[in-house]
């Protein structure tokens, strides 16, 4: 209601697909909703447009020059917004006083740091950014623990488990057999695996159900994506890595199951959009208009499921290896592939390579304790990884 303080909603990564999504369901929500803060890598006129729109307190840039680019586009325009730069500022705006929200909506390990300052600091944390918590694992949630906050899943599958469990998360372990992580397959689901090694990255950022920006699409297209969504399950929910399992559904409808004790299987549908799960962390417990439009089951005749088929996908399976071994291993798979999947885009890495590539530093690299204990180590052992990777890479990488 108008009588209520209105939440300020500090969005970083305001730029992106999953950025662009939160700012549009703020935009239905104005009595609700005001943004005190927008961050961007490098759109800088994008994210003018988006100050001038929204006209928030700061708004942030990691890259300096590109904060002085900024800073004069909204001078000119008279608007006060603040710009802030440098990597700080994103962990600054995060854990800032006034903000009562944080869209945690950057992508790669880069949003650990923002994200860990906003789970200190107590906030209602939003979580699109799978590889926070992938590379974060233990120390990310101990974080959120100590700091109070409430953690919000946004990507869909998690926010479907987390929609389908009570609100209480001392009763989760007692309730869930296991959870089913389901999955469309990507734009490969059927293409001849022997042809995979020609896939062109503007193949692989053609996914058939969603838009998204083109790291989680080459992601989901080698179901690497599915594979950080196992290990973000495993920490979100506090799963053993044999409670997880994955199921491909092409018509991503139902976007998650969790199987109880007794067998009752709890589900949660919808048309795919990333508006629904974004509503829901804005306005949980409650419930608001997302914008999305009403899922016609007429119109879906055909539920189907298949196994996810571990010759064509085996990049899914590095998950429960990584589960299993010393902790650290996640965040060294996460590594891994994001270097793999930005080689792959800049044509330096055939799109079946990127496997190797991470079963490569899986095995070939082991995390020490205090890698994993603070976000010094952890951002450390990301580097160390990523170099190694690099070194693969312009080893075997395609020329
Ligand atoms: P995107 O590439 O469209 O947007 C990324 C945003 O982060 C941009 O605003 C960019 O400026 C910013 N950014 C990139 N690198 C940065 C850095 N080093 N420092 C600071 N900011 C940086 O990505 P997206 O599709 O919106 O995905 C964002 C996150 O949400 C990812 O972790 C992704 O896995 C997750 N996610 C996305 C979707 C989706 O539908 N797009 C669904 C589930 C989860
Ligand atoms: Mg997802």
């Excluded at 800073?71 to 903000?99: F, I, K, S």
């Excluded at 929200?101 to 300052?117: D, N």
Aim: glycine share 6%; charged share 20%.
């Amino acid at each position: 209601t108008t009588s209520e303080k209105r939440q300020r909603v500090v969005v970083l990564g305001s730029t992106g697909s999953i950025g662009a999504n939160t700012l549009d369901v703020l935009a239905r929500h104005p009595q609700r909703y005001e943004c005190l803060a927008l961050t961007a890598m490098s759109r800088v006129q994008e994210l003018a447009q988006q100050c001038r729109q929204w006209r928030p307190r700061f708004a942030a840039m990691p890259d300096a020059a590109k904060a002085t680019e900024l800073r004069a586009l909204l001078r000119a325009d008279g608007l006060n917004t603040e710009v802030l730069e440098g990597p700080a500022a994103l962990v600054e705006l995060a854990q800032h006083p006034d903000a009562d929200t944080v869209m945690a909506a950057i992508v790669g390990a880069a949003g650990l740091a923002p994200a860990v300052a906003a789970a200190r600091a107590g906030k209602r944390l939003l979580l699109a950014n799978k590889e926070a918590v992938v590379l974060g694992g233990r120390f990310f949630m101990q974080a959120v623990r100590e700091g109070g906050a409430t953690l919000l899943p946004i990507d869909s599958e998690h926010s479907a488990i987390f929609q389908c469990l009570p609100q209480d998360p001392s009763t989760w372990a007692q309730r869930i057999d296991h959870i089913v992580l389901t999955a469309s397959g990507g734009p490969f689901r059927q293409r001849d695996p022997q042809t995979l090694k020609d896939v062109t990255p503007e193949q692989a950022c053609a996914h058939p159900n969603w838009v998204m920006g083109r790291k989680i699409s080459v992601d989901s297209a080698t179901m690497m994506n599915k594979a950080l969504e196992v290990i973000e399950a495993r920490w979100l929910f506090d799963l053993k890595p044999e409670q997880i399992k994955v199921l491909i559904h092409p018509q991503s409808v139902i976007h998650s199951m969790v199987v109880c004790r007794d067998q009752s299987v709890l589900a949660q549908l919808g048309t795919p959009d990333m508006r629904v799960p974004i509503a829901y962390g804005l306005s949980y417990p409650e419930r608001i208009e997302s914008g999305a439009s009403a899922l016609d089951l007429l119109q879906c005749s055909q539920l189907s499921f298949e196994p996810a088929d571990a010759h064509r996908f085996p990049g899914l399976h590095l998950s429960w290896q990584a589960l299993r071994a010393p902790e650290g291993a996640t965040a060294v798979l996460n590594a891994a592939n994001e270097e793999a999947v930005a080689a792959f885009l800049a044509g330096r890495l055939r799109f079946d390579q990127i496997y190797n590539v991470n079963h490569g530093a899986l095995t070939d690299i082991a995390p020490s304790p205090d890698e994993v204990d603070s976000i010094e180590g952890l951002m450390g052992l990301d580097e160390r990884v990523r170099a190694h990777a690099r070194a693969v890479i312009a080893r075997v990488g395609a020329a």
